[in-house]
């Protein structure tokens, strides 16, 4: 396959995908192989420090990455897509998430790819990355850190698959019913909010306004006011300094989510081998992954 550049194309809620987009953007470098990246975080922080995204090339591979949104991507990718033209695009679609490539995460590309080839790209690739999961169930950090040591070999690999003009292709759809579910789940995404609360260590001191990836948040009388686009990335929440938010949506992780405070407390720890941390039922795909048998 001919690939003349690579626009990595992202959305990243709360930092997993980013990481990812980060360890991508090294191996395009090592390999020489020019690249762009094309963040669709639109934050007020994010538009002041990153540089905007040039146009698509004709010869761009586009790489588009994101963290599954219940079984699918959330809603800035599709907002992308709805006002790009991908006409003569090879596009390569890395989901990331926690669980893995298990069901009924397997269907979560389905819609994406068929709007993907409605707008003219054509999909050769598809692959399920793993991070430690912001979500619902989050794994011990043993578990957690041997997915973050995984993603410079499990990069690497995408982009040798994808550079060899691997055609690599999942034709699974969610079933009818959790489809339904998922939908629902999305378009109820603008009601998140009302399930948090704001205790009184907020300073109104504007973080989570300035962070918000789709400026849903305004700051009044010193305290945040959400707005009706939220798409529930749980950004807010992580991120604000104080632990001034609190949700009762049991999907928010009541310890928070930092990657980087989890490296800190495993710094010098020696990890547990991958099948003592990801023993059970529950954590099998992630074993899985991590031993290359997925
Ligand atoms: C609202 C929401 C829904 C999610 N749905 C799923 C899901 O259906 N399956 C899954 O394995 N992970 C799910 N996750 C976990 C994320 O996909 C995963 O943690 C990802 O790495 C987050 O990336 P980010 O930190 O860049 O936002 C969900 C996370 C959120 C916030």
Redesign the pocket.
């Known amino acids: 396959m001919f690939i003349n550049s690579i626009q990595i194309t992202f959305f990243?809620?709360?930092?997993?995908?980013?990481r990812i987009v980060t360890a991508f953007e090294q191996e395009c470098f090592r390999r020489g192989i020019p690249f762009s990246h094309n963040d669709l975080d639109r934050s007020i922080n994010n538009r002041r420090s990153g540089s905007p995204a040039r146009a698509l090339l004709p010869d761009d591979l586009v790489l588009l990455v994101f963290?599954?949104?219940?079984?699918d991507a959330p809603l800035p990718v599709y907002d992308w897509l709805k006002e790009t033209n991908l006409e003569g695009h090879e596009v390569a679609v890395i989901s990331?998430?926690?669980?893995?490539e298990a069901w009924p995460?397997t269907g979560?590309r389905y819609r994406l790819c068929r709007e993907i080839e409605a707008k003219g790209g054509r999909v050769v690739y598809e692959r399920m990355l793993v991070?430690?999961?912001?979500?619902?169930f989050t794994p011990n950090d043993h578990l957690a850190m041997h997915l973050l040591q995984a993603v410079p070999h499990k990069v690497n690999q995408v982009l040798a698959e994808v550079l060899a003009g691997w055609v690599r292709r999942s034709d699974e759809q969610l079933s009818r019913e959790r489809a339904f579910l998922a939908r629902l789940e999305k378009e109820h995404t603008f009601e998140f909010p009302r399930s948090i609360t704001v205790n009184v260590n907020c300073t109104g001191c504007g973080i989570c306004k300035n962070h918000c990836p789709v400026e849903n948040i305004q700051i009044r009388e010193h305290r945040p006011l959400f707005g009706e686009n939220c798409i529930?990335?749980?950004r807010c929440i992580y991120i604000c300094p104080f632990n001034a938010m609190k949700s009762n949506n049991l999907?928010v992780l009541k310890k928070g989510y930092n990657l980087n405070e989890l490296e800190k407390r495993m710094q010098g720890v020696e990890l547990l081998p991958v099948e003592k941390c990801a023993s059970g039922w529950l954590w099998s795909a992630l074993r899985d992954y991590l031993l290359d048998g997925e």
Not at 67 to 71: E, T
Not at 131 to 136: A, K, L, R, T, Y
């Open positions: 990243s809620g709360t930092g997993g995908v980013k963290p599954l949104h219940a079984f990331v998430s926690g669980g893995g995460n979560c991070m430690p999961s912001n979500w619902m529930m990335c749980f999907m």
